[in-house]
């Protein structure tokens, strides 16, 4: 069976200068990363952000690493409420649209596979059709973006999001044109947590238009990310669906609350997926 690439998301290394977490994830054998803006690592609002994002860029390439680009550090953009203000909040939309332009130019210069990103909480009580106004105003600004700089979009679902369901995320499409630029996020979790296919059959719906993939293990109706096997989710049969799709882009480990011990989780969660990738070889 055909290897996949592997990724570790930064956000799980939040206890580590970016340079020690890249080495840490290269060292470990693993293919690239998920590399959050966020404070500590590429802030993308601090001083010099070019020549720091081109030291990043150099290395990456020694380490030989690949990458993605995401945007859902938690309180970035304002320090009192976590991922606020979004591209559905009443007030400061501007300011998601405007990280979402940095996020892209990031990605060019770091010669990026994706820019992930999401849609945000819809305010209480906000219709639904405003929502929709507000998300695909700003998500025409980033296809504006990421069109202008050659770099495609990830627009993943959260659950609890007004975006929740893959199902919403094509009709986010729809309403755009179905631009060539915006593809999607695929999150192994989020599958088992809220969607009613299985999760190989939310592979299969969504590969096409597939740019970046997360995975960890979740429960329904639980949003939690888990490491392997803490979970209910049979992977094998999962990874063998990214492999008969034909998915050349990364599958990157995502445990944001596990920087307290992020070696040894990290370690831990290659030695799983390629078991698994290899019980997937052995089934087919």
Same mark, same amino acid.
């Given at each position: 069976?055909?290897?996949?690439?592997?990724?570790?998301?930064?956000?799980? #290394?939040?206890?580590?200068?970016?340079?020690?977490?890249?080495?840490?994830?290269?060292?470990?054998?693993?293919?690239?990363?998920?590399?959050?803006?966020?404070?500590?690592?590429?802030?993308?609002?601090?001083?010099?952000?070019?020549?720091?994002?081109?030291?990043?860029?150099?290395?990456?390439?020694?380490?030989?690493?690949?990458?993605?680009?995401?945007?859902?550090?938690?309180?970035?953009?304002?320090?009192?409420?976590?991922?606020?203000?979004?591209?559905?909040?009443?007030?400061?939309?501007?300011?998601?649209?405007?990280?979402?332009?940095?996020?892209?130019?990031?990605?060019?210069?770091?010669?990026?596979?994706?820019?992930?990103?999401?849609?945000?909480?819809?305010?209480?009580?906000?219709?639904?059709?405003?929502?929709?106004?507000?998300?695909?105003?700003?998500?025409?600004?980033?296809?504006?973006?990421?069109?202008?700089?050659?770099?495609?979009?990830? #627009?993943?679902?959260?659950?609890?999001?007004?975006?929740?369901?893959?199902?919403?995320?094509?009709?986010?499409?729809?309403?755009?044109?179905?631009?060539?630029?915006?593809?999607?996020?695929?999150?192994?979790?989020?599958?088992?947590?809220?969607?009613?296919?299985?999760?190989?059959?939310?592979?299969?719906?969504?590969?096409?238009?597939?740019?970046?993939?997360?995975?960890?293990?979740?429960?329904?109706?639980?949003?939690?990310?888990?490491? #392997?096997?803490?979970?209910?989710?049979?992977?094998?049969?999962?990874?063998?669906?990214?492999?008969?799709?034909?998915?050349?882009?990364?599958?990157?480990?995502?445990?944001?609350?596990?920087?307290?011990?992020?070696?040894?989780?990290?370690?831990?969660?290659?030695? #799983?997926?390629?078991?698994?990738?290899?019980?997937?070889?052995?089934?087919?």
């Amino acid at each position: 069976m055909s290897d996949l690439r592997f990724g570790y998301g930064t956000n799980g #290394f939040a206890d580590h200068r970016l340079d020690d977490a890249l080495a840490v994830i290269a060292d470990l054998g693993y293919d690239g990363v998920a590399l959050t803006l966020d404070h500590a690592h590429l802030d993308p609002f601090g001083p010099g952000v070019t020549a720091r994002t081109a030291a990043v860029a150099r290395r990456l390439d020694a380490l030989g690493l690949a990458v993605v680009i995401e945007t859902g550090a938690r309180y970035l953009l304002d320090p009192a409420r976590k991922h606020e203000p979004t591209f559905v909040s009443t007030t400061g939309r501007e300011r998601r649209a405007d990280l979402l332009c940095r996020a892209v130019d990031i990605a060019a210069d770091l010669g990026a596979e994706a820019v992930s990103f999401w849609s945000g909480t819809l305010p209480a009580g906000t219709p639904d059709s405003v929502g929709w106004e507000r998300l695909t105003a700003g998500c025409a600004a980033a296809v504006h973006a990421a069109d202008r700089r050659g770099v495609d979009l990830a #627009f993943e679902p959260e659950p609890g999001m007004f975006v929740d369901r893959i199902g919403r995320a094509f009709e986010l499409r729809a309403r755009l044109g179905d631009p060539a630029r915006l593809r999607l996020t695929l999150d192994i979790g989020h599958c088992r947590c809220t969607e009613l296919d299985t999760v190989a059959g939310c592979v299969r719906q969504v590969a096409p238009l597939l740019a970046s993939v997360q995975i960890e293990d979740m429960r329904r109706g639980v949003h939690e990310h888990l490491e #392997f096997g803490a979970g209910e989710i049979d992977f094998p049969p999962v990874l063998a669906e990214f492999v008969a799709r034909g998915y050349q882009g990364l599958v990157s480990v995502e445990l944001p609350r596990h920087s307290h011990a992020a070696p040894a989780v990290a370690a831990r969660s290659l030695r #799983f997926l390629r078991h698994a990738l290899d019980r997937a070889g052995a089934a087919a």
